[in-house]
Each structure stands twice: as structure tokens, then as C-alpha cells.
Nanobody, 128 residues
Framework: QVQLVESGGGLVQAGGSLRLSCVVSGPTFSRYAMGWFRQTPGKEREFVAAIHWSGNVAVYEDSVKGRFTISRDNAKNTVYLQMNSLKPEDTAVYYC?????????????????????WGQGTQVTVSS
């Protein structure tokens, strides 16, 4: 019923940029908190960034602060991850995730278990 579809991944040189998009089906996107996670083989899926349904709160993992920006366009049912100054260690499959409101204020949105819906991922590869 609810589907999340990521796009925008690809191969880029270190120092380059990519813009990931995640389109969410249905008319209730504005009531979802949205997040981005990434995963490499053999490692746990790790938090990257999140934005609250209100749109006025965003959280970033320390390693991407100042380089990545999460944003949303509710009219397009889309969340974005602008990725600048990419590093080889950013190479991973990137997943978008959603959590439908109501969302407790104490929910950090930095954990996999904070979300109800997941996309299938898009590959980002950064060459050195």
C-alpha cells in the first residue's frame, strides 16, 4: 500500500556530488518523518540523516554533517539527500525510510526500529 522508491545513485569521483530522491506513494506524505540510512556488505545499516514531518527539524550523522543535506517537497511526495564532497567511505547502498505520525517527541529517528516503511535502496559508489 505504501511504497518508497529511491533514485539518483551512481558512480562519482571523490569530491563530487549526487542528489538522491525518494518518492513516497499515497496522499499522506506530509505526515511522515523521513530518514536516510546506508549499508555496506558485512556491516549494520547505519543512520545518515532524518527530517521530521514538520520539516523544521533535521538530524545528521556526524560524518556527513556539513556535506549532506536532507530536505523534502511535500507537494511532490519526495524526500531528497543532497550529497556533496563525497568520499570513498560514503560508498554504500542508500535506503530511505518513513515513519507515519503521530511520532513521539522522544523518538530519535536515528534507529532502524524508528521507521515503519523502507525503500529497496540505491547504490552510491565513490571512487578515489
Amino acid at each position: 500500500q505504501v511504497q518508497l522508491v529511491e533514485s539518483g545513485g551512481g558512480l562519482v569521483q571523490a569530491g563530487g556530488s549526487l542528489r538522491l530522491s525518494c518518492v513516497v506513494s499515497g496522499p499522506t506524505f506530509s505526515r511522515y518523518a523521513m530518514g536516510w540510512f546506508r549499508q555496506t556488505p558485512g556491516k549494520e545499516r547505519e543512520f545518515v540523516a532524518a527530517i521530521h514531518w514538520s520539516g523544521n527539524v533535521a538530524v545528521y550523522e556526524d560524518s556527513v554533517k556539513g556535506r549532506f543535506t536532507i530536505s523534502r517537497d511535500n507537494a511532490k511526495n519526495t524526500v531528497y539527500l543532497q550529497m556533496n564532497s563525497l568520499k570513498p567511505e560514503d560508498t554504500a547502498v542508500y535506503y530511505c525510510a518513513g515513519r507515519f505520525a503521530p511520532i513521539p517527541g522522544s523518538l530519535p529517528l536515528t534507529r532502524q526500529r524508528d521507521y515503519n516503511y523502507w525503500g529497496q535502496g540505491t547504490q552510491v559508489t565513490v571512487s578515489s
